[in-house]
């Protein structure tokens, strides 16, 4: 599978890198470790996870699980070198931090020093801030954002507190790599800038949401994004399944993630129905895969971007795999380009 750079300085990984916030929930851990197994064999050797999964629902009693399936399949005789890890602290708000508890020096110590010990390494390749403090747009937020109440100041003093922390433990040989989730555009330029002012390391990706369905890094992100080298590392590129078509008529799989989570966390809106419609279409017409589509489009974004593919089954993973190696004619590209138009934020 082809490889790619995160960021300046960062690792090189492939193409499609395997999702995880699913083990030790809905997908249980035999059938994690054969993913892991499958996704390698197929040239995959990026994995990225966190503190607080698995997810739908999050709970305090599983936080930490997907990072113990993980640690156990590398005790069993797993090849930790071929693998590029990718793990986040959880923000401020999550079961995994105390009542109050923030980013920063100290929670970012203790919390590596937890993901160290459930995944049973002695590094992470890439250590990522799972939200900023200071709250974000993402998940449906943008429909009310507010910024007024937020302190710059106080945020760059706590990015800089942040950043040398990040340092120390990258002399340390504790981490390789720095990126941001659920990240804003100014934002990202605030963590780039302090880094390049000497409060190292400097950002090499940012995971946030992206499909065909949700598009709000197009703009200003895709902008930094492409100049400043900073890679997206997309999450739910299937929409959490909307676009596989799973769900259409409105239905209710069991044992699918809509079965635990109704609304699929604010995906499903009266608009989303047809937007899901018209690439489905698209995807028939072309006799294409539409998960396959989905996945191969984010491939032909004009930034940097790794899309992360997580599935429930191994089914589902071997063929979401096959998106890396999937080229998209002209003419489904110029129906996509047109379904975006007419269906522009479906939720």
């Known amino acids: ?151 710059p100041a106080a945020i760059r003093a706590n990015m800089v507190e942040c950043l040398e922390t990040l340092a120390a433990l990258k002399a340390e040989g504790k981490i390789g790599a720095f990126g941001l989730s659920n990240e804003s555009a100014w934002g990202m330029a605030q963590w780039i800038g302090l880094a390049e002012a000497g409060h190292r390391p400097r950002p090499v990706s940012l995971q946030n949401e992206y499909s065909l369905l949700c598009r709000h890094y197009d703009t200003d992100l895709a902008e930094l994004g492409h100049n400043e080298g900073i890679a997206l590392m997309a999450f739910s590129p299937l929409a959490a399944g909307l676009l596989t078509g799973k769900y259409q008529g409105d239905v209710i799989p069991p044992g699918s993630r809509r079965a635990a989570n109704p609304g699929l966390g604010g995906r499903i809106t009266p608009r989303v129905w047809g937007a899901v419609a018209a690439y489905l279409d698209i995807a028939a017409k072309a006799g294409l895969d539409s998960a396959q589509m989905a996945v191969a489009w984010t491939l032909t974004r004009p930034f940097p971007v790794v899309p992360i593919i997580g599935a429930t089954t191994l089914p589902q993973l071997e063929n979401v795999l096959k998106a890396a190696d999937l080229r998209l004619p002209e003419d489904v590209m110029t129906a996509i380009a047109a379904a975006h138009r007419a269906h522009p934020m479906p939720y």
């Open 1 to 151: 599978m082809r490889q790619v750079v995160l960021g300046a300085g960062g690792p090189a990984v492939s193409a499609l890198c395997l999702g995880t916030m699913t083990w030790g929930n809905q997908t249980p851990e035999a059938e994690a470790h054969a993913q892991i197994d499958m996704a390698r064999a197929a040239g995959v050797n990026f994995i990225d996870t966190a503190e607080m999964y698995p997810t739908n629902p999050v709970r305090r009693e599983t936080v930490g699980r997907t990072e113990e399936i993980i640690g156990r399949w590398v005790a069993r005789g797993g090849r930790r070198a071929d693998w590029v890890i990718a793990t986040k602290i959880a923000g401020e708000g999550s079961v995994a931090r105390e009542p109050g508890e923030v980013i920063d020096a100290a929670s970012i110590r203790r919390a590596l020093e937890g993901s160290l010990r459930r995944l049973r390494t002695d590094h992470v390749d890439l250590y990522q801030f799972h939200w900023p403090n200071r709250g974000s747009y993402m998940f449906r937020q943008n429909w009310s954002f507010d910024p007024r109440g937020q302190d």
